[in-house]
């Protein structure tokens, strides 16, 4: 391979390749090494745990303290009423379309 003069393009190339800061001017003083970070222990899940507030023993106000806690409890306390009444409603209209029709009751000869 045959050497070949660079260019004023290429030496503009290398000449923008290197980086070269300015001297520091009397002014600003040295900047200190900090010390290097402290090493820290993983957190234990226990850690992340809050045992703070035990829940009453009354029934109602358990509930009330759950329905404050968390609102994923007051969807949960608002599903198991709907299921609740969708059951007592199916139950009731169940049971009075069984008892007033005997039909469904009778043995066929």
Known sequence: MVNQPETPE???LHQREKLVLP???EGYPPRQIS???RMTLPTR???LIRRENVPPQNLL????YFWHKDPAYKVLMI???LVLVAGGLF???LSSAL????????RRP
């Open 10 to 12: 290429q030496e503009l």
């Open 23 to 25: 001297a520091l001017s």
């Open 35 to 37: 010390s290097p970070p």
């Open 45 to 47: 899940p226990e850690q």
């Open 61 to 64: 106000a358990r509930l009330r």
């Open 79 to 81: 599903a198991l009423v």
């Open 91 to 93: 139950v009731s209209l």
């Open 99 to 106: 008892l007033h029709n005997p039909v469904h009751f009778r």
